[in-house]
């Protein structure tokens, strides 16, 4: 899940930068628009990753990576 929600705040990041620098939305292109329904989807998506991802700031890594030893 986390890899996931990286991958779609990463998406958003770089929609973002088209944005600011080009005024060029790419997820508005590629799916009809702002106001259309998989556009709405998308961001919405980018939204709860990045509140997904708020919770990665505060995960302990000497944990994680002694949980991930001991899987393999």
């Known amino acids: 899940?986390?890899?996931?929600?990286l991958v779609l705040v990463i998406v958003g990041a770089l929609?973002?930068?088209?944005?600011?620098?080009?005024?060029f939305d790419l997820v508005a292109?590629?799916?009809?628009?702002q106001d259309a329904?998989?556009?709405r989807v998308v961001y919405t998506l980018?939204?709860?990753a990045g509140v997904w991802c708020i919770s990665?700031?505060?995960?302990d890594r000497?944990?994680?990576a002694t949980n991930d030893k001991n899987r393999v």
């Open 56 to 59: 990665l700031l505060f995960r």
């Open 62 to 64: 000497d944990k994680v």
């Open 1 to 5: 899940m986390d890899k996931f929600a």
């Open 15 to 23: 929609n973002w930068l088209l944005v600011g620098l080009f005024q």
């Open 46 to 48: 980018v939204g709860i």
């Open 29 to 33: 292109a590629l799916f009809g628009g």
């Open 37 to 39: 329904l998989l556009s």
